[in-house]
């Protein structure tokens, strides 16, 4: 089945510096790569997702990159703020939007005032 | 948001025993999903259920859960027999079909296990 790696676990920035989270999937029939941001203590939330018919989505401060020949995806932050800070996740699924999620272990953002 | 809300929000409960967690979705959707979350971990899928259906499910799905959608509306996960191991946040998470089916998140359910 599919398998999702996250790296890295932990990431610490400065304020208004960029921060860069990396993903590869094992899986090549899969098509659809969300990302999810969790605070402390609440649910996940989605902030942005890419189809694999597309290369790089932009959506403000955040973007998503995906190679589909590498079979990796990154989430890119710029001009970080400290509301920033929460866990991240990736996740791909083989079914679209409409498949089960198979996420990765998450990346613990801090972003230092 | 939320377009799905869980109950209860936390439920304490004894090894062996059964416990039904409850999702309820706001409006219409077609797609249902239960995950869960061990503490400090990463998501796991549990099942998805689609037209009062199950659509796919995990190896974590075994013979201890069930899933019902008994009045049309509520969408339940059951636990037959709770081991320390299932406690954890267990998120209902609803799609909304078509082409941009993305899995929105309930608040959760935090499932702890004595």
């Known amino acids: 089945g599919e398998n999702v790696e996250q790296h890295p676990s932990t990431l610490s920035v400065q304020e208004g510096d960029s921060a860069v989270i990396k993903c590869t999937y094992s899986?090549?029939?899969?098509?659809?790569f969300p990302w999810y941001k969790q605070e402390l203590g609440k649910r996940p939330q989605l902030i942005i997702d890419?189809?694999?018919?597309?290369g790089e989505k932009k959506d403000q401060r955040i973007a998503v990159t995906l190679n589909k020949t590498a079979k990796h995806f990154s989430l890119h932050i710029t001009e970080t703020q400290p509301e920033d800070s929460a866990v991240y996740f990736c996740?791909?699924?083989?079914?679209?939007?409409?498949?089960?999620?198979?996420f990765g272990k998450g990346t613990k953002l801090s972003v230092k005032p | 948001e939320p377009e799905v809300t869980q109950t209860p929000s936390h439920q304490v409960t004894q090894m062996g025993q059964e416990v039904i967690l409850r999702c309820v979705p706001i409006?219409?959707?077609?797609?249902f999903y239960w995950y869960r979350q061990i503490l400090g971990q990463k998501v796991e899928f549990l099942v998805s259920?689609?037209?009062?259906?199950?659509?796919?499910k995990s190896e974590i799905f075994d013979d201890q859960f069930s899933v019902e959608r008994p009045d049309g509306s509520n969408f339940t996960l059951k636990i037959r027999s709770t081991k320390l191991e299932d406690s954890a946040m267990y998120f209902c998470?609803?799609?909304?079909?078509?082409?941009?089916?993305?899995?929105?998140f309930g608040p959760g359910t935090r499932l702890t296990v004595l």
């Open positions: 996740a791909a699924s083989i079914r679209g939007s409409q498949g089960n999620l198979i």
């Open positions: 899986d090549s029939a899969s098509n659809y």
């Open positions: 890419i189809r694999s018919n597309v």
């Open positions: 998470a609803r799609g909304a079909g078509g082409g941009n089916n993305e899995q929105f």
């Open positions: 259920f689609y037209n009062n259906e199950i659509s796919e």
């Open positions: 409006s219409n959707h077609l797609y």
